[in-house]
Nanobody, 116 residues
């Protein structure tokens, strides 16, 4: 069974920064799968905000370009999300999974709250 454990969220002021981590454990060949970060804002659907491919290619939704940086460490089975210049609209629960199908069981996520 594969487990996703996200961490690193918190309450920050607008303009601040955070580094989120997601550790993947269990029967999963981490290095051969795309990984991504998803965000679920209050009363909104979960959306994919950043992806990183097997070879390190990255992609971001328009609203986070230039502020979010996704990276991965295949030796640690970990995917990271560095966020700078946080905005109130970044508030939400952040999850990791493997896009595009997000076929792994969702973790508990990590809450990011940005105050204005």
């Amino acid at each position: 069974q594969v487990q996703l454990v996200e961490s690193g969220g918190g309450l920050v002021q607008a303009g601040g920064s955070l580094r989120l981590s997601c550790v993947v454990s269990g029967s999963f060949f981490f290095s051969v799968h795309n990984m991504g970060w998803y965000r679920q804002a209050p009363v909104k659907q979960r959306e994919l905000v950043a992806t990183i491919g097997v070879l390190g290619a990255t992609n971001y939704t328009n609203s986070v370009k230039g502020r979010f940086t996704i990276s991965r460490d295949n030796h640690k089975n970990t995917v990271y999300l560095q966020i700078i210049d946080l905005k109130p609209e970044d508030t939400g629960v952040y999850y990791c999974n493997s896009p595009p199908r997000a076929f792994l069981s969702w973790g508990q996520g990590t809450q990011v709250t940005v105050s204005s």
